[in-house]
């Protein structure tokens, strides 16, 4: 079964991995954290997917600094300095022997809770910190396979609301986004702004390709994916036009390529969006060229 972007080749390794729990190194059907936990209980706390290649994490900086600005954001001290965290991440990949098609799932909550209540003031513990690392290599056919994307009726909110940009763990928006796509038969949903523009999809960014220009969003409504602002360096740099701008379904439905951008599979092709076939509904030669650029990219940071 796929799972669109994040279709994986299932690995039997994971069952003897250790995750890393609050710099304690256990066995992943012993990684467990108390009812009282703030992101358990709460969806309080923030998290970054991170791929690694050639045993480094890829644009290691990058993440983290993301990271801490959603911790800022939520006013949450996660007792350790980047520099501390990311040592933390390599004695954690160290101890598995992990160097290769691994993925992980980092996440900082506030930490335990002595009640069931939101006020940050009950708090009684230090942040909690989670390494989840597994072997977890995309579906190769995720390159060229085009997905499925259906436009839904749950809208990216304003910050105001909940801001979109800050990777919590409270995802329900995405999720019923998700779940929305999934009933129309599509591999994910394409999410909207408040204005009725497209913002993203519920797990990757969202990119079309109109008569050799790339466009996406402004980016106001969406996360400030790694992925995304690499591709937009990447055709900058390439001399792909590229604008993040407003756009509505319209656009989509004539354009000639489009595709989505995340961590874990990186660029993946869109042959169909509500019912409407893309370009010719295949992998295009701007993607492509794109995604050779993407890892090219990746095996420099990683080198």
């Not at 108390?34 to 791929?51: A, K, P, Q």
């Not at 980047?82 to 909550?109: C, D, F, K, Y």
């Amino acid at each position: 079964m796929s799972f669109g972007t994040h279709a994986y080749v299932p690995d039997a390794r994971n069952a003897s991995v250790k995750f890393n729990v609050n710099g304690m190194l256990v066995p992943r059907d012993q990684a467990v954290v108390n009812v009282f936990d703030s992101g358990f209980m709460l969806g309080d706390g923030v998290w970054e997917g991170l791929r690694v290649h050639h045993g480094k994490v890829a644009f290691l900086d990058d993440h983290l600094d993301r990271l801490w600005e959603g911790l800022a954001a939520l006013h949450i001290d996660p007792g350790v300095t980047q520099e501390e965290l990311a040592e933390r991440l390599s004695e954690t990949l160290a101890a598995n022997a992990m160097t290769e098609h691994v993925h992980i799932r980092l996440m900082v909550t506030r930490g335990l809770r002595s009640t069931p209540y939101q006020d940050p003031r009950v708090i009684i513990s230090p942040a909690t910190i989670v390494i989840a690392p597994e072997y977890k290599q995309p579906d190769p056919a995720t390159a060229e396979r085009p997905l499925k994307l259906q436009s839904v009726a749950t809208r990216r909110g304003r910050p105001d609301v909940q801001d979109p940009g800050l990777n919590s763990h409270s995802k329900i928006n995405c999720i019923t986004a998700c779940i929305q796509g999934i009933e129309a038969g599509a591999d994910e949903a394409i999410m909207l702004d408040p204005h009725g523009f497209v913002a993203t999809c519920n797990s990757t960014h969202f990119f079309i390709v109109r008569k050799g220009e790339v466009w996406t969003s402004t980016g106001d409504y969406c996360l400030g994916g790694i992925t995304r602002s690499k591709v937009i360096a990447l055709c900058k740099a390439n001399d792909i036009p590229v604008y993040e701008r407003n756009f509505t379904l319209r656009h989509c439905y004539a354009a000639d390529e489009a595709f989505t951008t995340g961590t874990f599979a990186g660029l993946a092709p869109v042959g169909e969006i509500d019912g409407r076939t893309i370009g010719n509904g295949t992998r295009g030669p701007i993607v492509e060229r794109l995604q050779q650029l993407y890892l090219a990219l990746i095996a420099r940071d990683t080198q």
